[in-house]
């Protein structure tokens, strides 16, 4: 089965209105971001950047939904009629945007910011984890979110050579008599081998080789150049991307721990357990882990003390996207997007645990280690390990 369990849509259940509304970060700095594609082949990569950046009067918010192609992408995944669905998600979610300045002036910094690059679930794309990801640019992080190229995204692209023209890669179900655990396993290797990619052109930016940004040359990937740290380098991801980040520290010994969110860890194959070389923090919700899975993260843990696992109460697995921030009775139907826990808290907590972490393991001087405790399960909403499950993934 798909890890996104999706109730069927009742009668009477179009009622209420949509609301979206993005928390804005919390830290020093204001956000910017930026979509940055490279290459004109599916080898290329493409991730939207999120940045420290310098305020701006009346600067563009970038829509949530980057374009009316991806509802369609959206329905496709949730066994929904494209016809109907594509254009109702439209009218609900399309006007929505991101609070934070697009392709806003970036804002140097000598010492370098330290880099999360972050792998979405399955039948997400770049922009679902807007909140997470503008809340780490604003504590200083730059954080490249990827949209992967494995028919693992509802919906994706990359432009050709050819002027104006468009490759779109569609979400892809396991196909008919094919094991699902072969079909996932070669999805994770190649999402983890972008994660990878991803930070082999942040090195190249750093060296100071001029990468085209194919789909807005405008916004100038030089300007990273010396403000980026690359000893400081992260993974993160939800979902599908959390067992991807645990993946990239098996591939490249320059990640230096990567943070999990409700990682659904099937895909990986037994063999590679003992070859994970790094810390790992694994965030999880109270509804969504299996035995087996949490299994996988006890083996983890038990071979590395700064391997952590802790579970938000009331929270569900798509507590931990921005879907989570939609109020109204379609969305929630459609995307079971609601725990009972405030989905602002849900977002401190998951943010705040993330930033203690990373501030360990990427020897940060900041002022993070003041929410050290919820590494450990303490504080309200959280418990150390992981939940009693009775999922039914």
């Known amino acids: 089965p798909d890890p996104v369990p999706l109730p069927r849509l009742g009668r009477g259940s179009m009622g209420g209105t949509q609301s979206l509304a993005l928390p804005l970060g919390k830290g020093p700095h ?23 950046c310098v305020p701006r009067a009346g600067a563009e918010r970038p829509l949530w939904i980057p374009r009316y192609e991806y509802c369609g ?84 692209y990359f432009c050709t050579a050819e002027a104006g023209r468009e490759e779109w890669i569609p979400y892809q179900r396991v196909p008919q008599g094919q094991k699902e655990f072969y079909f996932r396993n070669k999805q994770v290797h190649q999402r983890a081998e972008e994660c990878v990619r991803v930070l082999r052109l942040f090195e190249d930016i750093s060296s100071g080789k001029s990468v085209p940004n194919v789909l807005h040359p405008d ?48 895909p990986l194959e037994n063999a590679l357990y003992p070859e994970v070389p790094k810390p790992v923090l694994f965030i999880n919700t109270e509804k969504f882990q299996t035995p087996e899975s949490i299994a996988k993260m006890k083996r983890l843990s038990s071979r ?4 952590k696992i802790i579970t938000v109460l009331g929270s569900v697995h798509q507590s931990q996207t921005d879907f989570t921030f939609l109020t109204g009775k379609l969305i929630s139907r ?60």
């Open 73 to 156: 992408g959206l329905a496709d995944f949730a066994h929904r009629s494209r016809r109907w669905c594509a254009p109702l998600l439209s009218i609900a979610v399309g006007s929505c945007r991101v609070p934070v300045s697009w392709k806003g002036p970036f804002k140097p910094c000598s010492s370098g910011y330290p880099l999360i690059i972050f792998s979405h679930g399955l039948g997400a794309f770049r922009t679902l984890y807007s909140s997470i990801c503008s809340e780490l640019a604003s504590r200083g992080f730059a954080v490249a979110v990827l949209e992967h190229r494995d028919h693992s995204a509802s919906l994706t």
């Open 334 to 393: 459609i995307f079971g997007a609601r725990g009972t826990l405030n989905p602002y808290k849900g977002l401190d907590i998951t943010s705040r645990a993330t930033l203690a972490f990373l501030q360990r393991h990427l020897d940060l001087e900041e002022e993070f280690d003041q929410w050290d405790n919820l590494l450990e399960g303490i504080g309200d909403s959280v418990v150390p390990e992981a939940p009693f499950c009775r999922s039914n993934l």
């Open 219 to 266: 916004f100038d990937l030089s300007v990273l150049k010396d403000s980026v740290d690359l000893t400081k380098v992260a993974v993160m991801g939800h979902s599908f991307g959390g067992v991807t980040a645990v993946l990239a520290l098996v591939k490249e010994p320059a990640f230096r721990c990567a943070v999990a969110l409700d990682a659904w860890m099937f």
């Open 30 to 52: 204001h956000v910017g971001c930026a979509d940055v594609m490279v290459g004109h082949t599916r080898q290329g990569l493409f991730f939207r950047l999120f940045y420290p």
């Open 304 to 307: 590395n003390s700064q391997t």
